[in-house]
């Protein structure tokens, strides 16, 4: 790892991309976002302030446990005079997190457990899709992977689980009996060319 004599006070943008580990456009990106900041040298180069590094690493930690770039703006800017995060500062704002961070272990553990059995998909390839999505009839509530998508909160808030199969209501009729109620224009085929009325 570069290391940088105490006596340089100012980084060029590949000193820093090289002593952070972050690329030299993820460090554009960030200044193009608001969350560092550079000058420009008579010659047109940047030149970023030795705790630009503390950001960009307060930033890359954040990122790296899923908090969105729109959360940790904000969080940069909530400090004095937007000065660089202290060892307090992280505390403080990681406390804050904590509870969505747990959200987010919670939703990852039960698409780990859940990645194996049937997720609502609309595939009907694996044997228990039969039993838990009968003629696809999570399709009606919407598009995507229903046993794992999520709804209400916010970005990055894990959201409820799709209803369970079973208590989609069933069809009477005669030709229809046992089978699921279709949404009518709504209705999503259980297979390619499939009459959703008829089936």
């Known amino acids: 790892m570069p290391q940088i004599p105490l006596r340089i006070k100012e980084l060029t943008v590949g000193q820093l991309s090289a002593r952070s580990g972050a690329a030299v456009s993820a460090l554009r ?46 969080a940069l800017a909530s400090l004095p005079e937007e000065r660089t995060p202290d060892r307090e500062d992280w505390a403080r ?27 609502g998909c609309g595939c009907l390839s694996l044997d228990r899709c039969a039993l838990s999505n009968p003629y696809d009839q999570l399709g009606a509530g919407g598009s995507g992977a229903r046993r794992l998508r999520v709804d ?22 005669a030709a229809g009996a046992g089978r699921p109620a279709m949404a009518g224009p709504e209705a999503v085929p259980c297979a390619p060319g499939c009459d959703p009325e008829e089936c």
């Open 29 to 74: 990106f960030y200044e193009a976002k608001g969350l560092i900041s550079s000058r420009r040298t008579a010659g047109n180069q940047r030149r970023y302030g030795r705790d630009a590094l503390r950001r960009v690493s307060f930033i890359r930690a954040a990122q790296r446990v899923g908090i969105p770039l729109a959360a940790v703006r904000e």
């Open 93 to 119: 704002l990681s406390e804050r997190w904590r509870a969505d961070l747990d959200e987010r272990i919670q939703h990852l553990v039960e698409l780990r457990d859940r990645l194996s059995d049937c997720i």
């Open 152 to 173: 209400g909160g916010g970005p990055g808030r894990p959201r409820t689980a799709a209803a369970p199969a079973a208590d989609v209501p069933r069809t009477p009729s």
